[in-house]
């Protein structure tokens, strides 16, 4: 055999090892192709005829089987998201009653019904609109850019309802909007128009340091520009002043497993403390929805479970009542800050939460049974099961969104570990501070 011929066992070891690379990415980029709902449960129905005549090959196949029969398929399609807000078009019917169709279903206008406290938000798209388009009817050399329309982006979709009868009659179809709260007020806008500009002009800077520019270059360059001279024409909208906090003034939000959230508001110059608030005070008369809350969690792990025994469908709806408890404590938080003129709510990062959590069990096993690691171990394990574990990804978002809608600066800090819920807070705060005063010296 010539000493550079490849050995046949080697060559065959090689291939079987590329077809598997191959297979892996062909099921890699198989998997990331977007799949609609089983609306019809027509893979149920196949998966079920095909366990009751067949054998299963091997465990695998039978949990697979298993896992499609016990799920639940969603009798709703997936919303549609309208990423632009001119894919919205706004408008008025003879009963004055506010309209609006979506491009690709221009065919349909849909009435808009909604809450008094949401209508205000409706006629301000339909207001944007219109003065857009009288502008550009007029053939102004002032005409008025979308990237300051107060509404961003929708969302249409499908609320599930009770009752007999086709899927469209029984259901209701919901639109969901996203704002940008700044643009409600002449003084946001202007804010949101200044970084809008700086944007693109910086854009356009390092565009046109480049040479031999392609035609799609250039185009885009003078769309770029055109954005750019109508985002000097500002809406008419109220005068509101932007709030005005104090930077030394921070409020400081601890995280825990027992108590979701405490508060403590601090003066980083005077190094002292200003007030604290624990979970009980922020939730004031609606502190019993805290309990209600992990009672039904409870119920529902225990439904989970024993859905699980007895390999029925496991998969239970939550209730929304730990996002409103989410959206009282955000409320409550904000309004705090406001009566302190604080300048910034420091929250801990998302990642630390974990450590957090565990630290809090054990720390609370080490006192609840000292000396013996193997009751304290257990003592935790059941104690993570009677206090289950917030969304704190959803209540930091909560808080997020609120202290956004006002104008308050959000900053990120380290939260100790051991430490009462107060001094988490406390030296949240105080270390934030430090921080943003070393990054800037």
Not at 7 to 35: G, H, V, W
Not at 213 to 231: E, S
Not at 369 to 389: D, F, L
Not at 400 to 423: L, Y
Request: hydrophobic share 30%; net charge positive; with cysteine.
């Amino acid at each position: 055999m010539n000493d550079k011929e490849e050995d046949p066992e080697k060559f065959a070891q090689r291939r079987r090892k590329l077809e598997i690379q191959i297979q892996r990415l062909t099921d890699k980029l198989t998997s990331r192709i977007p799949k609609g709902r089983d609306l019809t449960n027509a893979k149920w129905l196949e998966t079920l005829f095909t366990a009751i005549t067949n054998v299963p090959e091997d465990n695998f196949e039978a949990k697979r089987w298993q896992d499609i029969l016990l799920n639940r398929s969603s009798s709703l399609p997936f919303p549609l998201v309208y990423e632009t807000n001119e894919d919205l078009v706004w408008s008025t019917n003879e009963k004055g009653r506010l309209c609006v169709h979506f491009n690709g279903l221009t065919d349909l206008t849909f009435e808009v019904y909604c809450d008094s406290r949401q209508l205000h938000w409706f006629k301000r798209f339909l207001e944007d609109q219109q003065t857009k388009r009288k502008s550009k009817k007029l053939k102004s050399e002032n005409q008025y850019s979308s990237a300051l329309f107060t509404l961003r982006n929708g969302r249409i979709g499908w609320q599930e309802g009770e009752g007999k009868g086709e899927p469209w009659q029984i259901n209701r179809l919901t639109l969901s909007c996203c704002v940008d709260n700044r643009l409600w007020t002449a003084e946001g806008t202007e804010q949101v128009r200044q970084e809008k500009a700086e944007e693109i002009t910086k854009l356009l800077t390092n565009m046109k340091k480049k040479s031999d520019l392609t035609d799609n270059q250039q185009a885009f360059i003078q769309r770029k520009q055109t954005t750019l001279t109508r985002l000097n024409n500002s809406y008419d909208r109220p005068s509101q002043p932007l709030y005005q906090g104090q930077s030394h003034i921070l409020v400081g939000v601890s995280l825990g497993l027992e108590k979701p959230a405490t508060v403590a508001v601090v003066d980083a110059i005077a190094n002292k403390v200003l007030a604290y608030r624990s979970i009980k005070q922020l939730l004031g008369e609606n502190y019993e929805l805290l309990n209600r809350q992990r009672q039904q969690q409870q119920s529902l792990s225990h439904e989970r479970h024993k859905a699980q025994k007895s390999f029925s469908p496991n998969q239970f709806g939550t209730s929304e009542l730990g996002q409103y408890i989410d959206r009282l404590l955000a409320k409550e938080i904000v309004a705090i800050a406001q009566t302190y003129k604080a300048g910034s709510i420091v929250l801990p990062k998302l990642g630390d939460i974990r450590e957090i959590i565990q630290s809090e069990i054990q720390a609370l096993a080490e006192a609840k049974c000292p000396g013996s690691v193997e009751i304290q171990r257990k003592y935790a394990k059941q104690y993570r099961t009677n206090v289950h574990q917030w969304s704190y990804g959803r209540l930091i978002q909560s808080i997020q969104s609120k202290a956004a809608q006002v104008g308050i600066t959000i900053e990120e800090g380290k939260q100790p570990t051991r430490a009462s819920p107060q001094d988490q807070a406390k030296e949240l705060a105080f270390c934030a501070y430090h921080l943003r005063l070393a990054k800037h010296s």
